[in-house]
């Protein structure tokens, strides 16, 4: 069984920048790729960003230049650095890990960007 806690979502401005966090724990293969996904009110979910247990990354157009994400693959933990936000980017964001098949999801954390 695989947990996935998300920490920093909130309320930030046009323009401003969030950090999300998120932990795994439970058993965990060391070859794994992490990702934020987010799902915005009357849309469906989709991929803001991933990145491999060797590092390589992938983004959605839309926030290529302005989010970053990384990882610290001993302590299974994924982070999205958020930078110039807007306020097409409110949604929920879950953390997933993908291994084996299997992709698991955190609960959400929310993010508001006002305009």
């Known amino acids: 069984q695989v947990q996935l806690v998300e920490s920093g979502g909130g309320l930030v401005q046009a323009g401003g920048s969030l950090r999300l966090s998120c932990a795994a724990s439970?058993?965990?293969?060391?070859?794994?790729?992490m990702g934020w996904y987010r799902q915005a009110p009357g849309k469906q979910r989709e991929l803001v960003a991933s990145?491999?247990?060797?590092?390589?990354?992938n983004y959605v157009d839309s926030v290529k230049g302005r989010f970053t994400i990384s990882r610290d693959s001993a302590k299974n933990t994924v982070s999205l650095q958020m930078n110039s936000l807007k306020a097409e980017d409110t949604a929920v964001y879950y953390c997933?890990?993908?291994?084996?098949?299997?992709?698991?999801w955190g609960k959400g954390t929310l993010v508001t960007v006002s305009s």
């Open positions: 439970g058993r965990i293969f060391s070859i794994n790729t």
């Open positions: 990145i491999t247990s060797g590092g390589n990354t």
């Open positions: 997933s890990l993908f291994y084996a098949g299997i992709n698991y």
